[in-house]
């Protein structure tokens, strides 16, 4: 393959210039004599090169996991500088640029200063997601299809901050914050084709015949604010006082004129939907307040506190059509068409209150105490309306509220007992209030108030310099579940040990424990992990690791349908066990050549299944390793080449499986 062929051709290569770069007399690791630019003393690093990829099998899989694909890239710059003499412009400034050139998550990062003047920072940021799982593989026996997701995505997500901070006096700072994020790209998503008012009888079809959509999104948020630091003696006030806006727009279409469910089953593939729109628009905008404090109100004891409003408001909308063949009452299959519309007011008034307290009793004993109050109000007022095949429109004139509350106090204790032992015991007393009006009137079917105690232990234990313990148990307890899938019982242990057996050896073990529960539905949850690692540094050429982690993940559970064919009730059960074997090592056996390899072996075994469905996922296997040579140039720089290689195999969905070869050639240069 080529990418091994280049791969091999660079070693040929690297072993004809290494007795050369040996006879230089000076070594790229050495620093650099800093450059003087427009009168600041300039140094840095820059990583530059060009990607080689080769993916068989399915290549979308291999985006949702790596998404590194062929081409030029800068993978690193760096550039830092310092006035060298009284400079009215700035002392320093700084300048990150990472994977940019199409990596899945570059970066930008500019910030320039001027000592009691002002600090000014500009961050920039893109991230990149996949997911396509196949939906389409043909499973045994020939012809059924396996009822995965159908939900697929590759969107893009940008965020952008300017902050400036104006030194007005040594007590007095003017902050200035601009920030902007968005989200955009093509979504496949499944639609249930039911509607306002409809008859008894539609559940069953609506149920059996899930469709895929195709739904371009966008979306964006924009938010200024000004504000305040004022330091007096002890005390710290904050105050920011700003605008947000934020839109959303979403529409959906079918895949193709005339689809079929992606449900396998006979009765669907007679009743397509010949045709769907639909449209989502919302727009909410709100003013910011945000107030924050610290300070020492005796030496024994210090405050701090805060408040948050913010109230958004803006109209929603909401569009949709759809026709095609489905069952009527008879169940004989006819034509039929709905179309339904729905304009919205909606307003969102937030208001959350912080206050908190840490008493310090003796040198070796505090005291927190952290009380947090939250409001928040949902109302809509909307018009809703469809219509079913021409008959008279169901009309419903809504006017909703939601109101969410949550009060919550903290108690936390920090122990020292003696200096290789620290104690944090606490407790959270939260009371959730959850209440639903329509018309004015209370719903108790949706309304619900919830008490939670979660108590919670956390030590560091350090007996002797070589060995480190610390770990945390905590738990929660909820009077009553709000949903299905909201445990009355939640108990989870964490436990992280550290043993440096010499100067060059260490050893490391983590373990977590969760236990769930909520007898309600039947769900029983359980999760053990296990991670070690080992560690040996033989000097400073040389160095190697190897590790392995287990955990069994065990979820049941019962479901219940609200509408459809019986049985509604319905049984799910998920198992799991995953094993990762891991190893790396470094070596630099010349002054001026090295090469680093690292790889995991992963492999799960399970199955997650509801019954009477197909597993849709299940026992796999995931290799992979990198390989890295370099070889310094004095004076000219490092020659980078890494070789990856990864193989990703499912035993349920074969065609999710595919295999890659990443060869990268790098050159970095410092400056």
């Known amino acids: 393959m080529r990418s091994r062929t280049g791969f091999f051709i660079s070693l040929i290569l690297m072993a004809a210039v290494v007795p050369a770069a040996r006879a230089q007399d000076q070594d790229q690791n050495q620093a650099e004599t800093p450059k003087v630019l427009g009168g600041f003393q300039v140094q840095g690093s820059a990583t530059a090169g060009y990607r080689f990829t080769d993916v068989k099998g399915y290549q979308p899989m291999f985006l949702e996991l790596y998404d590194l694909q062929k081409g030029p890239r800068l993978s690193d710059f760096q550039m830092f500088g310092n006035a060298q003499h009284a400079n009215p412009f700035a002392d320093d400034f700084s300048l990150s640029l990472s994977g940019l050139g199409g990596d899945p998550f570059p970066t930008a990062q500019l910030s320039l200063s001027k000592h009691n003047l002002y600090d000014l920072r500009v961050n920039w940021s893109q991230a990149y997601f996949y997911w396509n799982q196949n939906d389409g593989v043909i499973l045994p026996p020939v012809g059924a299809m396996a009822l995965t997701n159908n939900h697929d995505w590759a969107t893009v997500r940008k965020l952008g901050s300017v902050d400036l901070t104006l030194h007005a006096t040594n ?4 902050n200035f914050n601009y920030y902007r994020t968005s989200f955009d790209g093509t979504t496949f998503t499944t639609f249930s084709p039911d509607f306002l008012g409809s008859p008894g009888f539609w559940g069953t079809y609506a149920r059996a015949n899930p469709y895929p959509l195709l739904s371009p999104i966008f979306d964006n948020t924009g938010r200024f604010t000004g504000g305040l630091d004022y330091t007096l003696k002890d005390w710290t006030f904050h105050y920011k006082l700003g605008y947000q806006t934020y839109t959303e727009t979403m529409t959906f279409n079918g895949v193709a004129p005339g689809e079929t469910a992606f449900d396998p089953a006979a009765s ?15 727009q909410l905008k709100t003013p910011v307040s945000e107030f924050s404090y610290t300070g020492n109100a005796r030496p024994w004891l210090e405050v701090r506190g805060g408040y948050l409003y913010y109230r958004y408001r803006g109209p929603a909308t909401f569009d949709q059509a759809f026709n095609g063949t489905a069952p009527n009452a008879a169940g004989t299959l006819v034509p039929y068409s709905v179309s339904e519309s729905g304009r919205a007011t909606v307003a969102e008034p937030n208001d959350i209150v912080n206050q908190g307290f840490t008493f310090h ?20 007022d909307g018009i809703f309306q469809s219509l079913f095949n021409g008959a008279t429109p169901t009309n419903s004139q809504t006017n909703t509220v939601w109101r969410d509350g949550l009060e919550q106090v903290d108690l936390s204790m920090k122990f020292v007992p003696a200096s290789k032992l620290l104690v944090q015991p606490g407790l959270s007393l939260i009371e959730a209030n959850v209440e639903s009006l329509a018309g004015g009137a209370a719903n108790s079917a949706i309304s619900l108030r919830t008490k939670t105690v979660a108590p919670i232990v956390s030590v560091f ?16 307890t909820n009077g009553a579940s709000y949903t299905a899938i ?4 939640d108990v989870r242990g964490h436990l992280v040990g550290t043993y440096r057996i010499s100067d060059r050896f260490s050893l490391e073990d983590e373990l977590d424990i969760i236990s769930q529960k909520l007898l309600d539905t039947n769900f029983h ?27 069994n993940e065990f979820a049941s559970g019962n479901i219940q349908y609200v509408r459809g064919t019986p049985p509604l009730a319905d049984s799910l059960r998920d198992q799991a066990i995953n094993r990762v074997w891991q190893a790396g090592l470094e070596a630099k056996p010349l002054r001026y050549f090295g090469f680093r390899f690292s790889g995991n072996y992963d492999r799960t075994t399970g199955l997650g299944q509801e019954s009477g469905v197909r597993p849709a996922y299940g026992p796999l296997t995931w290799p992979a390793a990198t390989g890295t040579v370099y070889v310094d140039f004095p004076k000219a720089g490092r020659l980078s080449v890494d070789l990856q290689r990864t193989y990703y195999i499912q035993q349920i969905i074969t065609g999710n499986n595919f295999s890659g070869n990443l060869l990268s050639i790098r050159w970095t240069r410092n400056f």
């Open 525 to 551: 949850g359980k999760a053990q992990s296990n991670a070690t690692v080992l560690s040996y540094s033989m000097n400073e050429r040389y160095s190697l690791f190897g590790g392995f982690s287990y955990d």
């Open 268 to 282: 669907s593939q007679n009743e397509p939907l010949a045709d769907v729109s639909w449209s989502d628009f919302r």
């Open 461 to 476: 234990y350090q007996p002797w310099k070589r060995f480190t313990l610390r770990g945390d148990l905590r738990s929660f």
């Open 171 to 174: 007590h007095l700072r003017f």
């Open 361 to 380: 009793v003796k040198p070796w004993w505090d005291i927190d105490v952290d009380t947090r109050y939250s409001r928040f109000t949902t109302s809509t």
């Open 486 to 489: 909201t445990p009355h019982t």
